[in-house]
């Protein structure tokens, strides 16, 4: 029997995806830069959870582990952001002002705005059951949170 994955490769390659995602969105920042930065980014995360990381108890320290944008640039994102000659105020305009992401053992979520709701990026299956009733942004979307486009016709087979 395998104890708890000590490894973070997965959830913070879900962090790093998600952060060079929002980059990528804005279209400002060139592919090779891109990959510098998740490169950085990836080093930076890795050696910061080294001795944070519990699978065992996936949220302690989950803090510590946090990576935040509120008003104020996260230092390590500023830091990998600089190896690819991002100044702070480029920072600002590319990423969301309110920015929360957390990564912990087994999963990796955030949330856009101090009231957004929360997002799942990542969730491994080797969790134990769920504890959260919680919904992720895609299950809400196919749950059809949105009303059906006009043209939406539904057909019932015999």
Known sequence: RRG????????IAAAVGFVSGLL??????SEQQLQVFSGALREALT??????????????GSGYRC???NHKMDPII??????????LPQLYQ???????????????SYRIGEDGSICVLYEAA????????????KNQMMLGRTS??????????S
């Open 67 to 69: 990576i935040r944008i």
């Open 24 to 29: 990528r969105t804005r279209g400002c920042v």
């Open 126 to 137: 080797a969790k134990a059951p769920s504890t959260y009733g919680m919904l992720t942004c």
């Open 4 to 11: 708890p994955r000590a490894d973070m490769v997965p959830e």
């Open 148 to 157: 059906p486009s006009k043209n939406y016709i539904m057909t019932v087979s």
């Open 78 to 87: 500023s830091k990998a952001a600089r190896q690819i000659g991002l100044s």
């Open 47 to 60: 050696e910061h959870y080294k001795h944070h990381w519990f699978p065992e108890k996936p949220f302690k």
């Open 94 to 108: 590319l990423l969301p002002s309110e920015l929360t992401l957390w990564v912990d053992p087994y999963e990796v």
